[in-house]
């Protein structure tokens, strides 16, 4: 395992290096994105001015008040708290932010499932995880908002946040097919026969 610091936006070269189980510092540049974000972007046919090539995208919908614009809160907004939402609801949009924005890293929590793990190997993606209740440490993470699109669909905007040490993020998929998450389930079946066998139910 190895980690590493990427400065945003990435390369496919970039994303490729990484293998399940890194951690990943990523610095810059960030968007967040989220379910209605997504349904109007792809469903509806609505087009971002914001480019996303070569960024990665987080599953959130922040608390962010807001303020007049200043040179501290240049988009209007400042950040109250901004953490993670759960991915897998959001799996079908994985191949078209790929595709038609040119996302490379998605981060969540909760992880994805075969279509985005075959959208990772195919385009040259990753999964980025974070652990649950990490949202007032994400937040100190985000120097400011610094511009927000489909703003009529607050807080399910498109998101642009300029970061500093963004992370330790764990890959959790890769774009070689590799995931921490057959790991766990092949670990929690194991101990599911083991606990089984002692209490003499199976065979």
Known sequence: MAHHEITMPCTEDDVRKLKAGDTVTLQD???GIRD??????????????LDLAGHAVIHTA?????VPVSNSCPAG???ICIGTTTSMRM???TRPLMEREGVRMIIGKGGLGEDSRAAFRDLGGVYLAIIGGTAALETTWIEQITDVYLDDLNPESLWQFYIKDFGPLRVAMDSHGGSLYDKVKETG???????????????
Do not use: C
Not at 62 to 66: D, G, I, L
Not at 196 to 202: D, Y
């Open 91 to 93: 799996e079908r949009f």
């Open 189 to 203: 079946q194991a101990r599911r026969a083991e606990v089984f066998a002692k209490m003499g139910i199976g065979g």
């Open 29 to 31: 540049w960030l968007f």
């Open 36 to 49: 209605a974000t997504q349904i109007h972007m792809f469903d509806h046919a609505r087009e971002t001015r």
């Open 62 to 66: 922040p608390n962010a008040k807001k």
């Open 77 to 79: 907004y400042e950040s």
